[in-house]
């Protein structure tokens, strides 16, 4: 295999960016992968880049999950705290609280969301 820009000349190795046959005159080495031009280098650090980036928000991704079981207990107290706030204003102006039951109901459905995934979790694990 040849280098792509100097015919004849034998490749030493192929770019990771775009796959060209390079020789020792064009190789540019970045500290990831070897690429024929400035621009396959920069392309080759972003992608390095993206890929450790998706890497470190997998791994938030996992953290997030363990926590779901303190996550649920906020939600719990928080619809308790809601609807508890509900009760004393209607029991206060003798008048249904709508707003605080409203979101009281709403957040008993997130808690119920909630637990499923969580409970979807440890079944997958
Ligand atoms: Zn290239
Ligand atoms: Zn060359």
Request: net charge positive.
């Amino acid at each position: 295999m040849g280098c792509f820009t100097h015919t004849g000349t034998p490749a030493i190795a192929v770019c990771k960016t775009c796959g060209k046959a390079i020789c020792r005159t064009c190789v540019i080495e970045t500290p990831m992968a070897v690429a024929c031009s400035e621009t396959c280098a920069r392309d080759a650090i972003e992608l390095h880049e993206v890929n450790q980036r998706g890497k470190k928000l997998y791994g938030i991704g996992i953290g997030a999950t363990n926590k779901l079981p303190s996550l649920l207990i906020f939600y719990g107290l928080f619809t308790i705290f809601v609807l508890g706030t509900g009760v004393f204003s209607t029991v206060r102006d003798r008048e249904i609280d709508y707003a605080s039951f409203g979101f009281g109901t709403i957040l008993v459905i997130f808690s119920v969301i909630t637990y499923r995934r969580n409970k979807d979790f440890k079944i997958q694990m």
